[in-house]
């Protein structure tokens, strides 16, 4: 009825229009695994008319190739399957004009359409394997990158840019650092977009930002992370983007509430709360000359020594009468004298007291 040598041809001539038409051509290694394609469909779709059940797992193996090349070359997954239908197309305008009988012809029609899909669904597996695969070696360059940026000893410029060249990363003058909760960082870094990557780090997701004081991006990504526990590290240049991480790291750990935290923001509260405990003992030393002191004379110490020793501006601040003012540090001093003439101290005092009472800032 016909061979394979024909039908083969036959869509060499079609397909090789068709990849024109792409912009694509049949030379060089993409070009020679198509004919491969090709020739081995015809051969198979002939032994498949002359037997329904021969075996296509060799075709199918040809295909699923196919599809992973297609990927890696770049091309759309749907790229392929226009090639084929073309393909498959022609031949059907081929056999029509066999003078086959209707019955024949409508097999062949069943056969051949079934034939296409299952090559079709090869090249398509193909294609997603081998994205997936991509995705996971994805994954690890943008993660190496990363690691190279935040690790404690910063990397040399040779290696920085490797990385970056195989992340695909152009290397920004300056970059802020972003933790956040969670451990979608692919996700996180899809919705940050501009050119901003991601991985994930002790249970946390690393966001690298380049350039962010570019207008915008950090009301977007401010957008992006309304709901998440995350913090932002200070814009620096790109080698020192471990000082940024630090700060934003141990940010995370401290200050709590949802959405995007600038570290800059809350630098007294990052201060004071970067070693656990240390404060506390701080706060108890200094503050232990005030035990005989109540919680309101605390607080008008407190407001006296952030007011820089103005009892009416104390007295604003509190919402009390500036006599009750003058009357509860005439106390204070009685319990610490000379200590309140002496600037370090007062400021040690002040840290002290922002640090324990509750209502302080």
């Known amino acids: 009825m016909f061979d394979s040598a024909t039908v083969s041809e036959r869509l060499l001539r079609t397909i090789r229009a068709q990849m024109s038409a792409q912009g694509r051509s049949l030379t060089g290694g993409q070009g020679r695994g198509l004919t491969l ?57 081929y056999l029509t004009g066999l003078d086959l009988p209707p019955r024949l012809l409508y097999g062949l029609a069943s056969t051949l359409f079934g034939f296409v899909d299952t090559l079709a669904g090869a ?22 990158l990363i690691t190279l940026l935040v690790q404690p000893d910063p990397p040399g410029a040779t290696v920085l840019q490797a990385a970056a060249d195989a992340a695909r990363w152009p290397l920004p ?9 969670g451990t979608d960082g692919a996700n996180l870094s899809r919705a940050a977009g501009h050119g901003t990557v991601a ?22 990504l401010g957008a992006v992370l309304l709901r ?8 620096v240049p790109l080698a020192a983007t471990r000082e940024s991480y630090r700060l934003s790291r141990r940010a995370l750990r401290i200050l709590p509430g949802a959405g995007l935290l600038r570290c800059d923001d809350h630098l007294f509260d990052l ?21 005989p002191l ?8 407190h407001a006296w020594l952030r007011a820089q020793g103005q009892v009416l501006a104390t007295a604003e601040a509190l919402h009390a009468h500036p006599q009750t003012v003058r ?27 922002a640090h324990t009472l509750p209502t302080a800032s």
């Open 37 to 93: 394609g090709v020739e081995t469909a015809a051969d198979a779709f002939v032994r498949l008319v002359a037997d329904p059940a021969c075996d296509l797992g060799p075709a199918r193996a040809v295909f699923t190739r196919l599809g992973r090349t297609e990927f890696r070359e770049g091309h759309r997954v749907d790229a392929l399957r226009a090639i084929l239908t073309v393909g498959a197309r022609d031949l059907w305008d």
């Open 123 to 144: 090249a398509a597996q193909g294609y997603l394997d081998e994205q997936e695969s991509h995705g996971r070696d994805w994954d690890t360059t943008r993660r190496r």
């Open 173 to 181: 003058a300056t970059a802020a650092v972003i933790c956040a909760e």
């Open 199 to 220: 991985t994930v780090i002790d249970d946390a997701t690393v966001m690298i930002v380049p350039a962010p004081d570019t207008p915008g991006r950090l009301t977007h």
């Open 228 to 235: 998440r526990h995350a913090t932002l590290g200070p814009t």
């Open 271 to 291: 201060v004071t709360g970067w070693e656990p405990g240390l404060m506390d003992r701080y706060a108890a030393t200094w503050l232990a000359p005030l035990a």
């Open 294 to 301: 109540r919680t309101p004379e605390r607080e008008t110490l």
């Open 327 to 353: 009357y509860r540090l005439r106390k204070i001093r009685q319990v610490l004298g000379d200590l309140l003439d002496d600037p370090d101290a007062r400021l040690h005092l002040q840290l002290a007291l």
